[in-house]
C-alpha cells in the first residue's frame, strides 16, 4: 500500500512540475499552414505564419505583462480631466452618461481610449477627455501591469 501511495506522490509531482513549466515558458500550440506547389519539374515547400513569432526569451523567470481586468476605474484616476459638453449638444438638449472603455498602460497612461454607448456627440468628448486621463499604477505580484476598465462621464444639463 505505500509503493502504491509512493507511486501517486511521484505522478502528482511530475504534473505539478509540468504544469508550472507550461506557465513558466508560456507553451502555447501553433497552427502552421504549410502550401506545397507541386509542378513538373520541383517541388517548393513553403511555410506561412499566421501568428508574430515570439521575442526571444532570456534566462530570466519573468513573464510577458498581460492585460488585467479592472472594472471601474474612477476611483484610481490620478487626473481625469472633465469632459468638454459640445455645444450642438447642449443646444440640442442632449444628456447622457457615458462609458468609455481604456487601456492603461504600467505607468498609468491610457493608451487607447473607445466610448461603449450614448449619443455620437458625447462619444467623442468622453473619449477626448479619457484620452488624458492618468492612474494610478496597478500591481500583480510587485510587477505594474496593463489595465483594462472603464470611466463614465456625466453630460447633464444645468
Known amino acids: 500500500m505505500i509503493l502504491y501511495g509512493l507511486r501517486l506522490l511521484v505522478a502528482l509531482l511530475t504534473f505539478a512540475v509540468g504544469v508550472a513549466a507550461a506557465w513558466l ?8 499552414f504549410v502550401e506545397r506547389e507541386v509542378t513538373t519539374t520541383s517541388i517548393l515547400v513553403t511555410e506561412r505564419r499566421f501568428d508574430v513569432p515570439p521575442p526571444p526569451r532570456s534566462c530570466s523567470l519573468e513573464r510577458r505583462s498581460s492585460v488585467v481586468q479592472g472594472g471601474s476605474l474612477d476611483f484610481k484616476a490620478v487626473s481625469k480631466p472633465p469632459a468638454v459638453y459640445p455645444p450642438a449638444a447642449k443646444a440640442l438638449g442632449i444628456a447622457d452618461t457615458i462609458t468609455v472603455k481604456v487601456l492603461v498602460d504600467e505607468d498609468g497612461k ?25 492612474f494610478k499604477p496597478t500591481l500583480l505580484a510587485g510587477r505594474p501591469v496593463r489595465v483594462e476598465g472603464y470611466i463614465s462621464y456625466n453630460f447633464g444639463l444645468k
Open 25 to 32: 515558458f508560456d507553451f502555447k500550440s501553433r497552427a502552421v
Open 110 to 134: 491610457v493608451l487607447a481610449a473607445e466610448a461603449t454607448g450614448g449619443n455620437s456627440l458625447l462619444r467623442v468628448a468622453a473619449e477626448d477627455a479619457a484620452s488624458g486621463a492618468r
